[in-house]
């Protein structure tokens, strides 16, 4: 890939990941049993494919935080030869595949809608990964203190900036010689702007935990425990009949939610509505 063209939203690796976890999130907010981001998320971005090792690699770029700009150089570099070592044809099929299961599931224009917040970022790093010996210094130079000024969370000087820029040109023909990596869609956080702390940590933790099956079922099930005993402790200030009932009968079917190996779709969404169920309780109690 020519690093003349333009950055492609649809071929960025961290910006589709991002993608498709806003794209879980929205299909079990919505029950949509039929949802296959999460398979998608599973079947291309794991440990075992090329595109999972690149996103490792975005995600180092876009979270770590230094202080120094020097440690911060020091590891993009380590990245960028980390990214060196890559798969690169199997690298671009699985992304090709990748992009045709999008396609096949779920309408593209919709999906790639969304406002990244860390677009410029994940927009050099893109860049930084797929720059040639044709590329200006002034380009490069750019990309890298994008990253750099992230990783740092300070503004670099345009001092320092423009001296990069003449050191890269000066060293340009050596260099040719040698060489021969967090929120929803504006109308989604409208419509779900009134989720609750609890149920916001519960997407999160599936979002981020949808490769390790063990660690995500260990969160419900703590969380079970904790939504169960909130349940008990609103019984005995519930005074209608038939609401007693019904929150007994709540309460005996949470303890389901902590059956079976894997978690499902349907676990997260009733843990959900188990939260929204403690808060309204919290409300009347209040009222």
Excluded: C, W
Excluded at 27 to 54: C, H, P, S
Excluded at 262 to 279: A, C, G
Aim: overall charge positive; proline content about 1%; hydrophobic content about 35%.
């Amino acid at each position: 890939m020519s690093s003349n063209k333009k950055h492609s939203k649809i071929r960025n690796t961290g910006i589709l990941f991002e993608l498709l976890t806003r794209q879980i999130t929205v299909d079990v907010l919505n029950n949509n049993k039929k949802a296959q981001a999460a398979n998608i998320l599973k079947e291309f971005f794991n440990k075992k494919t090329q595109l999972g090792r690149e996103y490792e690699l975005y995600k180092v770029l876009t979270t770590e935080n230094y202080k120094s700009e020097n440690k911060a150089n020091h590891l993009v570099d380590a990245v960028v030869d980390a990214r060196k070592k890559l798969k690169e044809t199997s690298l671009k099929r699985e992304k090709y595949n990748l992009i045709k299961e999008i396609k096949k599931n779920y309408d593209v224009t919709d999906f790639f809608m969304a406002r990244i917040p860390n677009y410029k970022v994940n927009a050099s790093i893109f860049k930084l990964f797929n720059s040639n010996l044709n590329e200006s210094p002034a380009q490069k130079t750019e990309n890298r203190f994008t990253i750099v000024e992230h990783i740092t969370r300070k503004t670099i000087s345009n001092k320092k900036k423009e001296k990069a820029i003449t050191e890269g040109y000066k060293k340009q023909e050596k260099d040719l010689r040698l060489l021969a990596y967090g929120i929803l869609v504006e109308k989604f956080n409208k419509k779900y702007s009134s989720l609750s702390k609890e149920q916001k940590t519960l997407l999160r933790e599936y979002i981020n935990n949808i490769s390790n099956t063990n660690s995500l079922k260990e969160f419900i099930e703590s969380e079970t425990v904790k939504v169960k005993s909130k349940l008990q402790s609103f019984l005995p200030s519930v005074d209608d009949k038939v609401t007693k009932i019904k929150l007994n009968e709540a309460v005996n079917q949470a303890d389901t939610l902590m059956k079976g190996r894997i978690v499902e779709d349907k676990q997260v969404v009733t843990l959900m509505r188990y939260y929204q169920l403690v808060k309204e309780l919290k409300n009347v109690k209040n009222g």
